[in-house]
């Protein structure tokens, strides 16, 4: 049995997030559907219920604070042999759905940690989606463009990534090898860095691809699951065996998430993380996108309205 963890937070326009998400879960085969059980952990209420059909699933409501995510993973703790956490903001196809539920079982093998979809913008994936979806080079080519702008910050989350500007400002072509060989050797745990994190032209440009492309990206594909060694992943969304969720918790805290405890334990343990080749899905954005006003002048100056709108264009192409 798969527990999927559906963490809703305060965003504002929530419900419309929960549309796309529950549209592609209810479109799961049905013989799926009875392998799974969601548990839905919300700050705000909502007739979440509604939305599902033939999906069994559970309510549970959360102080509306400003963070209350390990909270919400103590629920998560308790879920089946599988556990999948799941983002408000990520949005997966329910063919890459199907064929996670009939994969499962690779995490079986102890060497295996993590099992994750190909979301357009996330950490390491981010590169092997616009390499596999994108097929319009010059779109590719400005995406890239837009990397070899983006001078890279000292001093973000109190890290330094300026000897990424390698990589980015003091190069003439974008090589993602080259630039995650130079994550691994920053004298940070902060490795999930990435040009798209705080790059708002690359994030709009991608964004834009996408919407023009939806009916694509949803479509079955030939999908296979692969081995990365990146050095980091953002965890927005992954499947794990519940009880290796529990381990990676020993990692101690570090913050107020779990996402350095994974990386760390991958690390430490010689773990492999997988991913589902062509299994693509979306992250919105960075809340680094949010806004401006910072000293490094990252992101957008209303990166939320902007998100929304990425939201709504999708909810227009659903079918």
Not at 86 to 108: G, K, M, S, T
Not at 112 to 123: A, W
Not at 158 to 186: H, M
């Amino acid at each position: 049995m798969i527990t999927i963890n559906y963490l809703s937070h305060n965003r504002r326009d929530f419900g419309k997030y929960w549309s796309i998400t529950s549209h592609f879960l209810n479109k799961i085969k049905p013989e799926n559907k009875e392998k799974i059980f969601l548990n839905i952990l919300a700050t705000k209420e909502h007739d979440w219920s509604s939305h599902l059909d033939g999906i069994n699933h559970q309510v549970h409501q959360f102080p509306d604070v400003e963070l209350n995510y390990m909270q919400k993973v103590n629920v998560c703790l308790q879920s089946d042999k599988y556990a999948v956490k799941l983002d408000e903001d990520c949005f997966i196809p329910n063919h890459v759905w199907d064929y996670i539920i009939e994969n499962i079982d690779v995490l079986d093998d102890e060497d295996n940690f993590v099992l994750t979809p190909m979301l357009s913008n996330g950490i390491p994936h981010t590169d092997r989606f616009v390499e596999s979806f994108i097929r319009d080079p010059s779109v590719r080519e400005a995406i890239h463009n837009a990397y070899l702008k983006q001078e890279m910050p000292r001093g973000l989350w109190g890290a330094d990534y300026s000897p990424l500007n390698e990589y980015t400002i003091n190069s003439q072509v974008w090589n993602s090898k080259l630039f995650f060989d130079g994550v691994s050797n920053l004298n940070t745990y902060l490795k999930g860095i990435h040009p798209i994190r705080i790059c708002a032209d690359a994030q709009v440009l991608l964004n834009d691809y996408i919407v023009e492309n939806f009916d694509r990206l949803v479509e079955k594909h030939n999908y296979s699951i692969k081995k990365f060694t990146e050095p980091y992943y953002t965890t927005s969304t992954f499947i794990i065996k519940t009880e290796d969720w529990w381990k990676l918790l020993d990692m101690g805290q570090y913050d107020s998430f779990d996402e350095i405890q994974m990386n760390l334990y991958r690390e430490k343990y010689n773990k492999n993380f997988l991913y589902v080749e062509n299994g693509f899905g979306i992250h919105t954005i960075y809340n680094t996108i949010y806004g401006n006003k910072n000293i490094w002048n990252i992101g957008m100056e209303d990166g939320y309205t902007y998100e929304v709108e990425f939201v709504e264009s999708i909810l227009g192409k659903l079918k």
